[in-house]
Nanobody
């Protein structure tokens, strides 16, 4: 219960866009969002959003990425614009219940390369 299923990763050129989706099943989460992990680096927060729509972003994506959610579909999205090679990473969906229980998605690869 509380499985997260991601989709939308892929290979794009610098400056292009991608949209990630993450659908949750079975549990209503209070906070949903995205982390990423590049090779040899620690996993880091990209963006998160509450059920009420309050969002926060890492400084390195402000103005380029937008996180949103559809509570009726229990789905969170990450619209990524003006992608850079340094955005290349595995992107993980993350969700947390009001009691603090967490879930992670399986990860989706995003590669930005010319």
């Amino acid at each position: 219960q509380g499985q997260l299923v991601e989709s939308g990763g892929g290979l794009v050129q610098p400056g292009e866009s991608l949209r990630l989706s993450c659908a949750a099943s079975g549990i209503m989460f209070s906070t949903m969002g995205w982390y990423r992990q590049a090779p040899g680096k620690q996993r880091e927060l990209v963006a998160a959003i509450s059920r009420g729509g309050s969002a926060n972003y890492a400084d390195f994506v402000k103005g380029r990425f937008t996180v949103s959610r559809d509570n009726a579909k229990n789905t969170v999205y990450l619209q990524m614009n003006s992608l850079k090679p340094e955005d290349t990473a595995v992107y993980y969906c993350h969700a947390r219940t009001i009691s603090g229980s967490q879930r992670w998605g399986q990860g989706t690869q995003v590669t930005v390369s010319s």
